[in-house]
C-alpha cells in the first residue's frame, strides 16, 4: 500500500530536544549509531543532518526495535502453546522457554 507524504506538527518537550540535538551532534556515540543503522539499511544517512529527516530516522529506529519486541514476545508465547502440547516431561526445554520469556520481557520494559 502506497500513502502519500504527511507533514506532521510536533511539540517536543524539553527532554525529547535534548535527546534529537544529541543523536544530531555528529561528534557523539548516538549519531554515529544511528548514521550505521540507516546505512544497514540503505537509507541515505547524509538526511540525518536536516531535524526533519532525523526525526524519520530515530521514528523508524524505534518502530524497528519496538516490532522486534513484539515478535520475541509472540515467539515467547507461541512457545508456551507449542510446549503445552508436547510431553509435559519436558523440564529442559521449559526451563529454556521460561528463561528466553524472562530475558525478552526485560528487554521490552527497557
Not at 500500500?1 to 511539540?11: E, F
Not at 561528534?27 to 540525518?48: C, F, I, K, N, Q
Not at 536536516?50 to 515478535?71: D, H, K, P, Q, T
Amino acid at each position: 500500500m502506497w500513502c502519500m507524504p504527511k507533514r506532521l506538527s510536533v511539540t517536543l518537550e524539553a527532554d525529547d530536544v535534548r535527546t534529537v540535538e544529541t543523536f544530531a551532534d555528529s561528534s557523539t556515540y548516538e549519531h554515529a549509531a544511528l548514521v550505521d543503522w540507516a546505512r544497514a539499511r540503505g537509507l541515505d544517512a547524509a538526511d540525518a543532518t536536516s531535524e526533519a529527516a532525523l526525526l524519520r530516522l530515530l521514528l523508524r529506529v524505534g518502530a524497528e526495535s519496538l516490532r522486534g519486541n513484539a515478535l520475541d514476545v509472540a515467539y515467547a508465547n507461541l512457545a508456551v502453546i507449542l510446549d503445552d502440547d508436547a510431553d509435559k516431561g519436558a523440564g529442559d526445554s521449559r526451563a529454556a522457554r521460561d528463561r528466553y520469556v524472562q530475558r525478552t520481557e526485560s528487554k521490552r520494559n527497557r
